[in-house]
């Protein structure tokens, strides 16, 4: 959140090991508390991960794989996120993803497809869709920070992703979507005016969007596999 002190920190520790290791990781920004792109899907995902118990969340906070969690600043004794951590983080997946997108005016056309070289047996298994904008400016705040990196900007079809089959060893699935931002840019959203999808957009330049894929188990969170078009 641009407008959270601590996430300028944050961020700089997190990006500074995720920038030794390009092409290792995939990366989704949920611009949530007082953000001026704060939005009702990015808030969701965000409760999503808290115990059924808690009423409120808290910024910032990483999810890896969607099951490691950690404060990115204060963690180690307020050494942040560290190079061990992604170490520790990354295993192999046995799940094949590539996904591609065309724009046309404000029309973001997606396929994809997924193959597993092992048996996905779970029954709540979902695929998730976001459209993300690489680089954001107009949502600066006061924390300090100038710009912000992989910014979701819409979840396909919603924040709940969509509930797919059970993947059986072999097993090559092919998808389809399609979103149109409506509207103008709407440079007056913010806590107290969250953006309605319905009537408008936060979009700044829409060739600058990309979009992630990923396969999570919807009960267990485990994130299986991911895939980027940028």
């Not at 641009?2 to 990366?27: F, M, R």
């Not at 404060?71 to 061990?84: C, F, I, K, T, V």
């Not at 005016?105 to 993300?132: H, N």
């Not at 829409?206 to 485990?222: A, C, G, S, Y």
Request: hydrophobic share 30%; with cysteine.
């Amino acid at each position: 959140g641009s407008n959270c002190g601590p996430c300028l920190d944050a961020d700089e520790k997190l990006l500074s090991v995720l920038h030794e290791n390009p092409g290792e990781y995939n990366l989704i920004s949920y611009q949530i508390g007082s953000d001026p792109y704060l939005t009702y899907e990015g808030v969701q995902r965000r409760m999503y991960y808290l115990p059924p118990e808690c009423g409120s969340y808290s910024i910032p906070y990483l999810h890896v794989d969607g099951v490691h969690e950690l404060h990115p600043h204060l963690a180690h004794d307020e050494e942040g996120y560290l190079q061990e951590d992604f170490d520790s983080f990354q295993g192999p997946t046995h799940l094949r993803m590539e996904v591609s997108h065309t724009l046309d005016g404000q029309t973001v056309d997606i396929e994809g497809s997924y193959e597993a070289g092992g048996d996905y047996p779970s029954l709540d298994l979902r695929l998730f869709i976001a459209i993300v904008e690489k680089t954001t400016y107009n949502n600066v705040g006061s924390n300090g920070q100038t710009e912000f990196h992989h910014v979701m900007k819409k979840m396909l079809p919603d924040q709940n992703g969509e509930p797919i089959e059970a993947i059986a060893l072999g097993e090559l699935v092919v998808f389809e979507a399609s979103y149109t931002f409506n509207g103008e840019y709407d440079s007056e959203t913010g806590i107290s005016n969250p953006l309605d999808h319905a009537t408008a957009h936060t979009v700044e330049e829409f060739e600058d969007l990309e979009v992630l894929v990923w396969i999570q188990d919807f009960e267990t969170r485990q994130i299986y596999q991911s895939a980027l078009s940028d």
